[in-house]
């Protein structure tokens, strides 16, 4: 039986979705009605979506019978994730070409990668980057000939920025299709170790260099638990993956064989069974729900407190921090995977993978079971994984192309309970993110990540307005002491949530020597969040008059994540005669502000992730 919590957090989530959540369908339900929309093109529009096309595939289109498919694709050649994705659209192509099928690339977004940005003025423009993914995604779909949609993305801002603005034209069917994790590489325990010594100065950049080269080396997402492979996670607990899907190496016979099965599937829907479940069928209330659980119980990025609200947002469904804190409070974290532990997502697949994980929060009441999804009606088809076919009753589907797959049932037990665990016996009771509450506002922590010893600190704060800031004041040799470190200033309106990564191995060396640290900000500090205990996403920011503005050098911070507290230890009395030294005149501003200045005046992070681009989304 499903969770009581499980079921009161969603029908609160329904209730309040109401208005929101009828408008969207109602707009679906009418795009579903219209008539097949090349049939009412006029030859000249219809001319255009040809005018490249082979003869063979003019023919199609002009004939109007068969499925046009549409390919939104992030590929580039920098971005190790996305790299693979070079090679999609022809394998994608090959297989509609035996269904009479045709396949055009509708457009293609921009895949910035946070790793190459940290620290630097472009990672300003990340989180924006979202909602010009999601924007380009909708302009892509715009032309409106197409009868089902393959969202090519992997990496941070990629996937939500696709899901939002496939969601615009929900009434089509849409499949995500991953790439898969790079090999393992460099342990991670190692890489953080190296990334220490390099911040106390024991190493040199030719160590660092050389380690980090180990660790990020050859094409796929990176290995660690951050955004990238909780994105991945997500689709598949949500049913937009083929089950099984997500975490398959690159360039392996069964990663293409799911791409080319995951082709299959849409075709076999669209023109045999005639039963293609649309977006907007897919992603309800119980499948954000669904999402938010495999969130908290494989204590994933961060980011998505911020692109899951976002997310349902776009499918007219209104999610709270406060529903995420509410469940986490009852879902046990499952996994110990990096940050959260020492392994990487390969040995997470090898102990079991996605497949167990399912089972498990599907046998405990955990998540809905009766879900649409891209395969069926049901989310007991995701306790399966895939199987290369290799039986000799069974045709290959040519001797060059993608072999032939079957699923399974995932393994009984974990193979290794220091990665993956059953539901009887969990890492811990409750989820890997914790939302804060106090006098400060709201924020968020990744408490799977720390410590059960490093996560009260009361200290004085170090106040500054950038990472670079505090990265001086290490240097200096002014943080021997137990102090939490406030980074101001670095909101969506002012800075555009950068990511904070490079404080990482700073604070973590501070904790290592026995001090009690902690960070809060009204910035990000990524899905990579480390070992040490960071108030994150802090609203109302800075530049918003929030609270944190209002922190000097020195004014004591409790940060109790237990208790879900945060707490400026300053009168109210004292806090209204600092009142007046809080005016924009005084705040400190990114170097993008400029060039996105209309865009932030949109943006706030009182919005908890919703688009910015808002008002052109259902």
Same mark, same amino acid.
């Given at each position: 039986?499903?969770?009581?919590?499980?079921?009161?957090?969603?029908?609160?989530?329904?209730?309040a979705s109401?208005?929101?959540?009828? @408008?969207?369908?109602?707009?679906?339900?009418h795009a579903?009605?219209?008539?097949r929309v090349?049939?009412?093109?006029?030859?000249?529009?219809?001319?255009?979506?040809? @005018?490249a096309c082979?003869?063979?595939? &003019?023919?199609?289109?002009?004939?109007?019978?068969?499925? $046009?498919?549409?390919?939104?694709?992030?590929?580039n050649?920098?971005?190790?994730?996305?790299?693979?994705?070079?090679?999609?659209?022809?394998?994608?192509?090959?297989?509609?070409? *035996?269904?009479?099928?045709?396949?055009?690339?509708?457009?293609?977004?921009?895949?910035?990668?946070?790793?190459?940005?940290?620290?630097?003025?472009?990672?300003?423009?990340?989180?924006?980057?979202?909602? !010009?993914?999601?924007? =380009?995604?909708?302009?892509?779909?715009?032309?409106d000939?197409?009868?089902g949609?393959?969202?090519?993305g992997?990496?941070?801002?990629i996937?939500?920025?696709?899901?939002?603005?496939?969601?615009?034209?929900?009434?089509?069917?849409?499949?995500?299709?991953?790439?898969?994790?790079? %090999?393992?590489?460099?342990?991670? *325990?190692? *890489?953080a170790?190296?990334?220490?010594?390099?911040a106390?100065?024991?190493?040199?950049?030719?160590?660092?260099?050389?380690a980090e080269?180990?660790?990020y080396?050859?094409?796929g997402?990176?290995t660690f638990?951050?955004?990238?492979?909780?994105?991945?996670m997500?689709?598949e607990?949500?049913?937009?993956h083929?089950p099984?899907? #997500?975490?398959?190496?690159?360039?392996?016979?069964?990663?293409?064989?799911l791409?080319?099965? %995951?082709?299959?599937?849409?075709?076999?829907?669209?023109?045999?069974?005639?039963?293609?479940?649309?977006?907007?069928?897919?992603?309800s209330?119980k499948?954000?729900?669904?999402?938010?659980v495999?969130?908290?119980?494989?204590?994933?990025?961060?980011?998505h407190?911020?692109?899951?609200v976002?997310?349902?947002?776009?499918?007219?469904i209104?999610?709270?921090? &406060?529903?995420? %804190?509410?469940?986490?409070?009852?879902?046990?974290?499952?996994?110990?995977?990096?940050?959260?532990?020492h392994?990487?997502?390969n040995?997470?697949?090898?102990?079991?993978?996605?497949?167990?994980?399912?089972?498990?929060?599907?046998?405990?009441?955990?998540?809905?079971?009766?879900?649409?999804t891209?395969?069926?009606?049901s989310?007991?088809?995701?306790?399966?994984e895939?199987?290369?076919? $290799?039986?000799?009753?069974?045709?290959i589907?040519? #001797?060059?192309?993608? /072999?032939k797959?079957?699923? /399974?049932?995932?393994?009984? &037990?974990?193979?290794?309970?220091?990665?993956?665990?059953?539901?009887?016996?969990?890492?811990?009771?409750?989820?890997?993110?914790?939302?804060?509450?106090?006098?400060?506002?709201? #924020? !968020?922590?990744?408490?799977?990540?720390?410590a059960?010893?490093?996560?009260v600190?009361?200290?004085?704060?170090?106040?500054?307005?950038?990472?670079?800031?505090?990265?001086?004041?290490?240097?200096?040799?002014?943080?021997?002491?137990?102090?939490? @470190?406030?980074?101001?200033?670095?909101g969506?309106?002012?800075?555009?949530?950068?990511?904070?990564?490079?404080l990482?191995?700073?604070?973590?060396?501070?904790?290592? &020597?026995?001090?009690?640290?902690?960070?809060?900000?009204?910035?990000?500090?990524?899905?990579?969040?480390?070992k040490v205990?960071?108030?994150?996403?802090?609203a109302?920011?800075?530049?918003?008059?929030?609270?944190?503005?209002?922190?000097?050098?020195?004014?004591i911070?409790?940060?109790?994540?237990? $208790?879900?507290?945060?707490?400026?230890?300053?009168s109210?009395?004292?806090?209204?005669?600092?009142?007046?030294?809080?005016?924009?005149?005084t705040?400190?501003?990114?170097?993008?502000?400029?060039?996105?200045?209309?865009?932030?005046?949109?943006?706030? =992070?009182?919005?908890?992730? @919703?688009?910015?681009?808002? #008002?052109?989304?259902?």
């Amino acid at each position: 039986m499903l969770h009581r919590r499980i079921k009161e957090v969603t029908e609160r989530v329904v209730n309040a979705s109401k208005v929101t959540r009828t @408008a969207y369908l109602e707009r679906m339900s009418h795009a579903k009605t219209q008539t097949r929309v090349r049939t009412g093109l006029g030859c000249g529009n219809l001319a255009h979506v040809m @005018a490249a096309c082979s003869p063979g595939e &003019k023919d199609l289109l002009k004939d109007d019978v068969q499925p $046009n498919l549409a390919i939104i694709n992030s590929y580039n050649d920098m971005l190790s994730a996305h790299v693979p994705y070079k090679d999609y659209p022809d394998l994608i192509k090959s297989v509609a070409n *035996k269904y009479n099928a045709t396949v055009q690339v509708a457009g293609g977004v921009p895949a910035m990668c946070d790793g190459v940005t940290q620290g630097r003025d472009g990672m300003e423009l990340s989180l924006f980057s979202r909602d !010009v993914i999601a924007m =380009s995604t909708a302009i892509s779909l715009s032309h409106d000939v197409f009868d089902g949609v393959f969202c090519l993305g992997v990496c941070d801002k990629i996937v939500p920025g696709l899901l939002i603005g496939a969601l615009s034209f929900g009434h089509l069917p849409v499949i995500f299709m991953p790439a898969g994790p790079m %090999a393992s590489g460099l342990a991670n *325990k190692e *890489k953080a170790r190296v990334r220490q010594q390099f911040a106390q100065g024991k190493i040199g950049r030719e160590e660092l260099l050389e380690a980090e080269s180990a660790s990020y080396h050859s094409a796929g997402t990176c290995t660690f638990f951050g955004t990238a492979n909780s994105n991945q996670m997500l689709m598949e607990i949500m049913g937009l993956h083929l089950p099984g899907s #997500s975490f398959i190496n690159p360039y392996t016979e069964l990663r293409d064989g799911l791409t080319a099965n %995951a082709t299959e599937t849409m075709l076999q829907q669209l023109i045999e069974t005639k039963d293609a479940n649309s977006l907007s069928d897919v992603v309800s209330e119980k499948t954000i729900i669904n999402g938010l659980v495999g969130l908290l119980a494989t204590g994933g990025s961060t980011n998505h407190a911020i692109h899951l609200v976002a997310i349902a947002k776009a499918a007219g469904i209104e999610l709270t921090w &406060k529903d995420m %804190a509410d469940l986490s409070e009852v879902v046990p974290l499952l996994t110990r995977i990096y940050p959260n532990g020492h392994a990487d997502v390969n040995h997470f697949q090898a102990a079991g993978g996605m497949g167990f994980l399912i089972r498990e929060l599907l046998s405990a009441g955990m998540l809905h079971e009766n879900v649409k999804t891209i395969v069926g009606d049901s989310l007991n088809d995701y306790a399966k994984e895939p199987r290369i076919v $290799n039986n000799a009753n069974v045709i290959i589907t040519d #001797s060059t192309g993608p /072999v032939k797959i079957d699923w /399974v049932d995932c393994v009984e &037990k974990s193979l290794d309970e220091e990665v993956l665990r059953p539901y009887t016996d969990a890492f811990s009771p409750q989820g890997g993110l914790q939302l804060l509450k106090g006098n400060l506002g709201d #924020s !968020v922590i990744k408490v799977s990540a720390v410590a059960a010893e490093h996560q009260v600190v009361t200290a004085p704060a170090k106040v500054f307005n950038s990472q670079v800031g505090l990265q001086q004041a290490f240097s200096n040799g002014e943080l021997e002491t137990d102090f939490i @470190a406030v980074i101001k200033e670095q909101g969506p309106k002012a800075k555009g949530m950068p990511e904070l990564h490079k404080l990482t191995p700073i604070m973590a060396s501070q904790q290592d &020597k026995g001090f009690k640290v902690a960070i809060v900000t009204d910035g990000r500090m990524s899905g990579a969040s480390g070992k040490v205990p960071a108030a994150i996403h802090l609203a109302p920011e800075a530049i918003e008059g929030g609270m944190i503005a209002k922190i000097r050098e020195g004014d004591i911070i409790s940060l109790n994540a237990p $208790n879900g507290e945060l707490v400026l230890h300053v009168s109210d009395e004292e806090l209204a005669n600092r009142e007046h030294e809080i005016s924009e005149q005084t705040l400190t501003f990114g170097t993008g502000r400029e060039l996105f200045e209309g865009l932030r005046q949109t943006v706030s =992070s009182a919005d908890l992730g @919703a688009s910015a681009f808002g #008002s052109i989304y259902p």
